[in-house]
Every structure is written in C-alpha cells, then in structure tokens.
C-alpha cells in the first residue's frame, strides 16, 4: 500500500509541475501505471512489479545495469534507510546536473528523516517538495561535483558487500540483510540430516537456507532457490557457490505468489515474508504455503518457520495430509507437512486435439 500510495503522489505531483520534468524518462520501482511510458525504461527489483509492467507493455529490467543520463528519473525507493539513501543518490547521479530526480517517500518510510538528512549532503531542490497521499516527493538535481557531495557515500553505503561474523555477501534492503534472522535459523537446526531429493527454497533472500540445506544434508540431489528480489541474487549466487559440494544450485528470479513452475520437488524449505512493507500482510505467508504445497510431489515434505502468532495451521490441514509442530522458541514456530492433497494442486486445461490433425 505504501509504495502504491508513493507512485500516485508521484503521479500528482507530475500533474502539478510538468514543466519541471522533460525528455526521456527511467522509471524506478514504480507501480505499473505511474508516469508517462512512451519512450521510458523501466528499473524494477520486484518480480511481481516487473510482471505488472510487463502486463502494460514495458519490460523492466531487473538489475541495476548502469544506463545513460536521463533527463528524468522518477523513484520510489526502498524503505530501508542504508538502500533507500543509496537510490536516491543514484538516481540524482544519472539524471545529471542538467535532469531532475523526482523521488517519492511514503511518510511511513520515513520522509520526514530524509528530507532532514538532504540537508546534509550537496544537492540542489528543484522545487519544493510535494505533499499527498501520506507521501512526501521530493524534485533534486546534482549540485557540483559528485565526489565529496555526500551523496557519493550515501550511494557506497549501500552496494553489495561482504557482511561479519559469517562473512556472507549480502546488500542493504535485503530481508535480515546485516544478520541471521532468528526464525531461520531455528529452522536450520531443525532441519533433518536426511532431507534428500529435489529441493526448493521458496524466498531464499541472500541464501541463508540454501546454505544450510548444501551443508547439513548431504543427500540433497538438486537445489532451486526462488527469489523475488533481483538484488538478492547475485549475493545468493555468491554465497552458494562457497560450499564445496557437488549439487550445483540453481537461482530464479521468480514470484513465489504466482507459482513456481510445474516443476515438482521433493522437499521445501521456507521462510515465508508477512509484510508488505511495514504493513502486515499474513496473506503473503499463506500465498506462499499455497506455492509449496502445488510445488510439492505426492509424498513431498514442507519444512517452514512463521512468527508463533500467525494463524498457517488451518491452511496446512487443508493442502496437506498430515502436519506437525516441530519446534517453538524466541517467538517463532517450525512446521512440517507432508503428503500435499490432490485439491492442493492447479487445475491445467489441455485443448482436445481435433481428428485428422498432427
């Protein structure tokens, strides 16, 4: 909701100053629908943005490729202060002291903070800032020379990096992206030695349970890891390929939400997300249960972890044959379903082939 409510004030305040704003434009981890598209190009982590774009007839990229000026960019960007610090510099930095950055910040991701800390660094405002829709749009353009700006280390401070004390790559923005998150961890223990076949891990983020799957058991035949965030991957892939085994992984750019192919496997392994954004959506952990148990082949297995609160239990005894509480602790639960019910998989329509064709 919060990124919805940034693109329509980004829209407005479009509305309000075109002037302001001329030439081709880069579209930036908008909602599909914001901006002119006619001649755009279009950035997007999220593959369930990129999917809507692609919907309205432009295809984003997904990696932050380094393009040519722009003489707009128009930016909503992360909620997470290091990565959000970071876009915004950049989008400063490729619309040149000639262009205009028009950047959107839900008041919930702190838009208020952010237009103190401008203060800080060398930025020129345009004009001033618009207010609408809980969000705040802010006009900037490059103001001298980039080094020593401030917005230099704002934009270093969020790049891809190599994170202590386990020494895993990971990159501002990303879920428990300077940590280990409790939750999965407490699955990681729980985790049985012998899980064996074909394996998913569904929101592998920076890798974290694809990691311990490759150590812990050695009977994994192949690992798939499903990522909706662009960013997550290249770290994920970097992180992968430190364990010496002989599984090669394989990563995909993928929405879990909408399904992970008609692949099936024998085990799954997640950490489902609850929020979008700040706001909690449980919605997004049930989507998720939903892909699993679909992905899953008859006498498949599912290992997740939620919060304790979260209400996952009546969804299990729907999809699945058979369920159980493994583990409980630090406000996390370990769950662990098996056999995957008939109901629980797609529906796929075959077109009848007519007599006398081939």
């Known amino acids: 909701m919060s990124r919805l409510q940034a693109s329509q004030a980004l829209n407005y305040a479009l509305e309000t100053m075109p002037e302001l704003v001329a030439g081709r434009r880069l579209l930036w981890n908008l909602t599909p629908g914001t901006g002119r598209t006619e001649g755009a190009r279009a950035l997007c982590w999220d593959r369930g943005l990129a999917s809507g774009w692609e919907e309205a007839g432009l295809k984003p990229e997904g990696l932050p490729n380094e393009p040519a000026c722009f003489p707009t960019v128009l930016l909503v960007p992360d909620r997470q202060r290091e990565c959000q610090e970071a876009e915004l510099a950049r989008a400063v930095r490729w619309a040149g002291s000639e262009g205009v950055a028009v950047v959107s910040v839900p ?47 704002w934009e270093k401070g969020g790049e891809m990096r190599r994170q202590p004390p386990l020494d895993h790559w990971t990159q501002p923005g990303l879920f428990s992206w300077d940590r280990v998150d409790e939750g999965s961890a407490l699955l990681a223990d729980h985790l049985p030695e012998t899980l064996a076949g074909q394996v998913a891990d569904l929101g592998c983020g920076w890798g974290f349970l694809s990691l311990e799957v490759l150590r812990r058991c050695p009977a994994v035949d192949s690992l798939d890891a499903f990522e909706a965030d662009a960013r997550a991957l290249e770290p994920a892939r970097r992180n992968l390929g430190k364990v010496l085994v002989p599984v090669r992984p394989k990563l995909h750019w993928a929405d879990v939400t909408a399904g992970v192919g008609l692949r099936r496997f024998d085990q799954v392994v997640m950490n489902p997300p609850f ?52 583990a409980v602790a630090r406000g996390f639960k370990v769950l662990h379903a098996c056999h995957p019910l008939p109901s629980s998989r797609p529906r796929v329509a075959f077109r009848r082939r007519k007599k006398g064709r081939r």
Not at 112 to 125: D, S, T
Not at 275 to 288: I, V
């Open 107 to 153: 008041n919930l991701w702190g838009a208020k903070r952010l237009a103190k800390r401008l203060q800080e660094v060398r930025v020129e405002e345009v004009a001033a800032a618009v207010t609408k829709h809980h969000s705040r749009v802010f006009f900037l353009r490059q103001n001298g020379p980039w080094e020593g700006s401030g917005l230099d280390a």
């Open 275 to 326: 929020h979008e954004g700040r706001e909690a959506d449980p919605s997004l952990g049930l989507r998720f249960i939903s892909a699993a148990a679909a992905a899953l082949k008859d006498e498949g297995s599912l290992w997740m972890v939620a919060n304790r609160q979260l209400p996952y239990e009546p969804l299990l005894e729907a999809l699945f044959g058979e369920w159980r509480q493994v």
